[in-house]
T-cell receptor, first 114, second 115 residues
């Protein structure tokens, strides 16, 4: 079974631009979570989707948004990029949710904002 | 605020020895789920072990076991017979029951296994 895939793996953008990251979960998994990982702030929860519905959202500004499609694939969007948005963005999937099921992580998308 | 603290930013252990990683958390809820995740260098994060707060028995997965002390809000990870492949960043995390599937991570402990 294929693992969680994230595209692109690396991205360089400039301040003020917008970016869309994609995540394909493991087949059959309906829950997708997004995390931001930085050296200073560590791993922070962005949001979690289940069956196209956002069930939970972390403490991030409205510039960060996401969505999930009917095939469980998910995208996250960051508008008006700031230097502080440079981070590794991790996506993780599980059958129905990370509380009760094993959460599988993708390799991440490394975003650099110049 | 619901937080996770890992007081040991870095640790090292000799191969085949035992090491314990500390974790404390803060929550006012009575039920929640606790996790240890492992992130090897340049590799993907994986779940090591999970514990449900209402279960008294400490979880065990092969060489990995936890010491869950609910009253003290402590959740330490013990790695027995350490192997070189255990070298990784270890994150303690928890999900309060009312924050449905929002996983809160600690800052991590970098563990090096020395041959």
């Amino acid at each position: 079974k294929a693992g969680v895939t994230q595209t692109p793996r690396y991205l360089i953008k400039t301040r003020g631009q917008q970016v869309t990251l994609s995540c394909s979960p493991i087949s059959g998994h309906r829950s997708v979570s997004w995390y931001q990982q930085t050296p200073g702030q560590g791993l922070q929860f962005l949001f979690e989707y289940f069956s196209e519905t956002q069930r939970n959202k972390g403490n991030f500004p409205g510039r960060f948004s996401g969505r999930q499609f009917s095939n469980s694939r998910s995208e996250m969007n960051v508008s008006t990029l700031e230097l502080g948005d440079s981070a590794l963005y991790l996506c993780a999937s599980s059958l129905v949710g990370p509380r009760t099921d094993t959460q599988y992580f993708g390799p991440g998308t490394r975003l650099t904002v110049l | 605020a619901q937080t996770v603290t890992q007081s040991q930013p870095e640790m090292s252990v000799q191969e085949a020895e035992t090491v314990t990683l500390s974790c404390t958390y803060d929550t006012s809820e009575s039920n929640y789920y606790l996790f240890w995740y492992k992130q090897p260098p340049s590799r993907q994060m994986i779940l090591v072990i999970r514990q449900e707060a209402y279960k008294q028995q400490n979880a065990t997965e092969n060489r990995f076991s936890v010491n869950f002390q609910k009253a003290a809000k402590s959740f330490s990870l013990k790695i027995s017979d350490s192997q070189l492949g255990d070298t990784a960043m270890y994150f303690c995390a928890f999900t309060p029951e009312t924050s449905y599937d929002k996983v809160i991570f600690g800052p991590g402990t970098s563990l090096s296994v020395i041959p």
